[in-house]
């Protein structure tokens, strides 16, 4: 119930709060360090230097910075679907994004980064990495410059930078090519790692649509305005990410300082159990999300297949063709891909749907395909008799159905419909790939940013099982209380010690 | 035979094929208010399709059928079906049916197996449905048993049970459909006595059976179908005595 306070309060939040401007900004904050990130997997402490620029300059424009969290991947979708006004993640406008996405001009610049293991002597720069195994992230700059120019490299491509770097420190693969702020923070953070060289300059620039045209304007004379007077070297030498790109691009002397390890290793924090009770709020929070998202997904799901296992075996031909259809292509498309039509196609065509609402509806129509054939199943089961007895005692066709055969279905729906509950608990953390911040995701965040896989791994394990396990409890008594013969529940004792 | 002049139920023509298969082959017969008749035969001679037409569970092909002045014609199926299934409901509220196999409804308690088509389709208030359901219930001997479900009862009561759930709908007519065939011999005996009765408060019963002895004690007449025909309509005592057919000698030969 409190989840859906919280969902009603977020709902209601955007009309309360519309007399106060916002600017709505987006970046990938899982494993985001040091541009967006949250402090040691505390998802209450959003911190990082893009984010200090764009509050920077939400402040310049009078309004205020709002956050939205989404996958790097699909941060420029979401630009164009409207969810929020800008992106700022480290994104260059020689990514080739430009018919979709107009670009700042930059407001921060540094070169790629080889990073390897300390002990490594044999690579000096890029060029002696012929034949090794080089790790990048994915759709980033690196790669394709590695892709491209230098071809026997063998390229990994990482959907964070966590995970570049703890397989490099797994001697998964021999090097790293990272932007140099990232690879400059990791280094400085974690043990046993060195930038073996630095080549190449990319910059970095506020991203948003062709439609905010205006704002971006505003938004360039604000990067400008903020290069003259100092305050965004402030910023990027608080975060200490100055470099000899970001000097040329500031026209400021280079002045490197050496590094100052301010900041505990993140080794040690992660051990303490004080963290642990830290992010619980969030994970039990997330649980919610996770939980109304599988009920009402369900609830979608069983109504929508049962009107079509109806359909399919009651009604007429042409009815039943097209719930044979609609069961055949929900069942045979990756729900992934239904999900993302829903959220990002529909606008398309003038349907624009909240993540939430999307969520629910995408998740629920794949099952509805699933539960359909379920119910089919539990009609086909109960004996035709049952039936007759109910039209020869004059009962019409939806009588029969409603007061004998679908009571009747529903005692041997039920432990697949169990089943299928389990499963869309699990397939809802599809979901945070349009936004939503359920437990699988809340869980990456709180690992990549908090570098603890194991711990927080095994309590977002221990929350699934436990959030499963009731409706598996509940399923049983409901079996036991709709029981149709008693026969039915010990046939299984037949031969007893002697069953085979 | 009764000397009653208006005919309950009238049945003319009738035919019924499953593909090329014919099961009935212009069946004609007629059936006074209050009559018990037996229907026998050998294995797939048509009576049990013959009992299903008259109830609609079957939908006959051609000829028709007139139950308490409800007339159902098979060219209405083919012409107006609307017209053919309104007829159809219409002649079902005269008619109960009772199945070999039951057919009680196992997710309810006796009583709402009683009570459920009278609110269901008759429209009844609980309270009344529940006062017909408990005197049929005691009726048939099941007064103690209206919380039980089905899978609690032996079969002898299940058939008993099923009976009363057909009466609730206060029919004109009950049909049914060998229902002593699938229990125990112990058992057959409390379920013919159910039907002695109601041929005593003046039901109309059509009964396809194999219990020879109850056809000939306590029916009003018998009816001898084989190949989907009927060969001989007679008097209880006339067709075991004295049948006029050979076929009808050479089955009832291998009974009695």
Redesign the interface.
């Known amino acids: 119930m409190k989840s859906f306070y919280f969902i009603i309060l977020l709902l209601f939040r955007s009309v309360l709060l519309a007399d106060e401007p916002v600017l709505r900004w987006a970046a990938d904050a899982e494993s985001g360090a040091p541009n967006v990130f949250y402090e040691n997997g505390d998802l209450s402490k959003l911190v990082g230097f893009e984010k200090d620029i764009i509050e920077h300059i939400a402040k310049r424009l009078g309004c205020k910075a709002e956050f939205h969290q989404n996958d790097w991947d699909s941060l420029i979708s979401g630009l164009q679907r409207n969810l929020y006004d800008v992106v700022i993640n480290g994104f260059s406008p020689e990514e080739g994004k430009e018919n979709s996405a107009i670009f700042s001009n930059p407001y921060y610049a540094c070169g790629l980064s080889l990073i390897i293991r300390s002990n490594t002597d044999s690579i000096k720069s890029i060029l002696d990495c012929s034949g090794a195994v080089v790790g990048v992230l994915r759709s980033s700059k690196a790669e394709s410059i590695l892709t491209n120019s230098l071809k026997d490299i063998k390229v990994i491509g990482y959907p964070n930078e966590y995970c570049a770097i703890s397989d490099l420190r797994d001697k998964r693969v021999d090097a790293i090519l990272l932007d140099g702020q990232i690879a400059t923070y990791y280094t400085k953070k974690l043990s046993g790692l060195k930038i073996a060289d630095e080549f190449d300059e990319i910059k970095y620039s506020v991203v948003s649509t062709p439609r905010n045209s205006e704002l971006m304007a505003a938004i360039n004379d604000i990067i400008r305005d903020m290069q003259r007077d100092g305050s965004l070297d402030a910023i990027v030498s608080k975060w200490d990410l100055r470099n000899v790109s970001y000097s040329r691009l500031c026209e400021i002397s280079s002045r490197i300082e050496t590094p100052s390890s301010n900041l505990k290793s993140p080794e040690e924090q992660n051990k303490s159990t004080v963290q642990y009770l830290k992010v619980l709020p969030f994970f039990i929070k997330a649980a919610c999300v996770t939980l109304m998202i599988s009920i009402l997904s369900m609830c979608v799901a069983i109504v929508l297949g049962l009107c079509f296992a109806i359909m399919r075996v009651y009604m007429p031909k042409w009815i039943s063709f097209f719930a044979i259809s609609v069961i055949e292509l929900l069942r045979g498309i990756p729900l992934l891909i239904q999900l993302f039509f829903v959220f990002y196609g529909l606008p398309c065509i003038g349907i624009t749907l909240p993540p939430l609402v999307a969520g629910i509806l995408a998740l629920g129509m794949n099952y509805a395909a699933y539960e359909s054939e379920n119910f089919r199943a539990g009609m086909a089961a109960v004996p035709y008799g049952q039936m007759e007895a109910a039209r020869a005692l004059g009962m019409n066709q939806w009588q029969s159905l409603r007061h004998v055969i679908l009571p009747q279905a529903f005692t041997f729906v039920l432990p697949p419909l169990t089943n299928d509950f389990i499963a869309i608990l699990k397939d809802s953390s599809l979901v945070s790939l349009i936004t939503i911040m359920e437990l699988t995701k809340t869980y990456m965040l709180i690992a990549s940013n908090s570098f603890n896989f194991f711990g927080m791994g095994a309590i977002v394990a221990l929350i699934y099982f436990l959030i499963g396990l009731p409706f598996a409890q509940l399923a049983k008594l409901a079996e036991k209380h709709l029981k149709l013969e008693k026969r039915a529940y010990s046939s299984r004792k037949i031969g007893g010690r002697y069953n085979r | 035979m009764s000397n009653r002049s208006e005919p309950l139920i009238s049945i003319s023509n009738l035919c019924k094929d499953y593909g090329r298969n014919k099961i009935l082959k212009h069946v004609s017969f007629q059936i006074e208010s209050g009559d018990l008749v037996s229907v026998i035969g050998p294995s797939g001679c048509g009576k049990s399709t013959l009992l299903r037409c008259l109830?609609?569970?079957e939908v006959l092909d051609d000829g028709e059928i007139t139950i308490d002045g409800v007339c159902l014609r098979a060219v209405d199926h083919e012409k107006n079906e609307d017209l053919f299934w309104q007829q159809a409901?219409e002649l079902?509220?005269n008619?109960?049916?009772v199945?070999q196999?039951f057919?009680?409804?196992?997710?309810k308690t006796l009583l709402d197996n009683v009570t459920?088509?009278q609110i269901?389709?008759?429209h009844e208030r609980q309270e009344k449905a529940k006062t017909l359901a408990m005197s049929l219930l005691e009726k048939v001997g099941l007064g103690n048993f209206s919380g039980r479900y089905p899978?609690?009862l032996s079969g002898g009561e299940k058939q008993r049970a099923?009976i009363a759930?057909?009466l609730a709908?206060k029919p004109k007519v009950m049909l049914y459909d060998e229902p002593t065939s699938s229990l125990d011999p112990e058992m057959v005996e409390e379920v013919l006595q159910v039907m002695r009765d109601l041929d005593a408060e003046g039901m109309t019963q059509i009964i396809v059976t194999h219990e020879m002895r109850f056809a000939k004690d306590a029916s009003d007449y018998i009816i001898y179908m084989e190949n989907g025909e009927i060969i001989e309509i007679s008097d209880e005592d006339e067709i075991f005595i004295n049948p006029q057919d050979d076929r009808t000698r050479r089955f009832l030969k291998r009974y009695m």
């Open positions: 109830n609609c569970l409901h079902r509220q008619v109960g049916m199945f196999s057919n009680l409804f196992p997710h459920l088509a269901v389709v008759k899978w609690s099923a759930r057909a709908m």
